[in-house]
């Protein structure tokens, strides 16, 4: 699990956005949103934040007439610890003095993530050499096809390489920075700045480091949509996959086959990872011991609750509390 850097020094962590001409408006702003609006006095060692640019003239936006000044010159990406690339146009050659930034940026340790086609620059850096990595789905056979050394994965919203982090395209960008703020600050703050921003807290069904498919909304009256809601007002009940059927008016093997095709998973896999998110919840923000939160999940035992816990968040139930039990205000 990524440590947070706000209990590794005795500063603020540094975030930092860089934008290039002809940057996209809509990640942008949803960077700032999540990064930029200042919480430290209601999440200690809430980040810093800026803005930076390979020139210090303002950048332009790639449709109307939106510019953006940086408020600090490229070489903050010397102390950043976060660093976002945002995506712009022309994405065939990045200047070379962002490229150095991020490798220096990359050889002392910084997280480095990017947005769609900002992945373009990490892999110019040679940042993605021996790594997975996704990009916007229109253009992922061109990053496949110009960096060889890359395993670029079309079919996920983001990919969590530890240090190295890259997001498909436009929304995925959310997904990926509250992944970040996940990390960081556990699923209580996380899920805070979702529901301010009106998204899904984790549309990748939690804190798997990378998802095939996202939910896809269901129809009001769907019998199967209204099964899954079911699922997680139940958790804490014995569930089967017969029960469930019934529930969803299908057959045990329909049934099945319509959940693997709708969530990417099995019945038990997911039923599983909900099990560990309402867990995740219960310890940052209650006072309940392992045994009675194993009980409240689903899970009956706290041994079985520190198995499913570690395999999906790999961490246990205790040090998983001790580290953002005290982020959530």
Not at 211 to 237: K, M, N, Q, S
Not at 242 to 258: G, H, K, Q, V
Request: charged residues 20%.
């Amino acid at each position: 699990m990524q440590k947070n850097p706000a209990r590794m020094t005795s500063r603020r962590p540094l975030a930092v956005a860089v934008v290039v001409e002809e940057f996209s408006a809509f990640e942008f702003s949803a960077v700032c949103e999540i990064f930029g609006d200042d919480l430290s006095d209601r999440v200690p060692g809430w980040y810093r934040f800026a803005i930076c640019s390979p020139s210090p003239a303002p950048v332009h936006a790639s449709v109307g007439a939106m510019s953006v000044v940086p408020t600090a010159p490229l070489s903050v990406l010397d102390e950043a610890d976060t660093i976002l690339v945002l995506p712009f146009r022309e994405h065939e050659g990045p200047p070379e003095a962002l490229l150095e930034g991020l490798r220096r940026a990359s050889r002392r340790g910084a997280r480095i993530a990017s947005i769609c086609t900002g992945a373009f620059a990490l892999a110019a850096a040679g940042l993605l050499d021996g790594r997975r990595a996704t990009t916007h789905w229109a253009h992922a056979d061109e990053l496949a096809s110009r960096f060889r050394a890359v395993t670029v994965d079309p079919n996920v919203l983001y990919v969590d390489e530890g240090s190295v982090l890259t997001s498909a395209g436009s929304a995925s960008g959310i997904d990926l920075c509250l992944h970040i703020v996940r990390q960081d600050f556990g699923a209580e703050v996380a899920n805070r700045i979702a529901r301010s921003l009106v998204v899904q807290p984790h549309r990748d069904g939690g804190q798997a480091q990378y998802v095939d498919r996202p939910l896809p909304d269901i129809g009001a009256g769907d019998p199967f949509g209204g099964t899954l809601a079911w699922i997680e007002a139940h958790l804490d009940e014995p569930i089967s996959v017969d029960d469930l059927a019934r529930r969803a008016m299908m057959s045990p093997r329909t049934f099945a086959r319509r959940f693997v095709t709708t969530t990417g998973e099995t019945p038990h896999r997911w039923i599983t990872r909900q099990r560990v998110f309402l867990a995740q919840r219960l310890l940052e923000t209650t006072e309940l011991t392992v045994d009675a939160i194993a009980r409240e999940s689903g899970f009956g035992t706290a041994t079985n609750l520190r198995q499913h816990f570690r395999s999906v968040l790999t961490a246990s139930p205790a040090a998983y509390r001790r580290s953002f039990r005290q982020s959530v205000a």
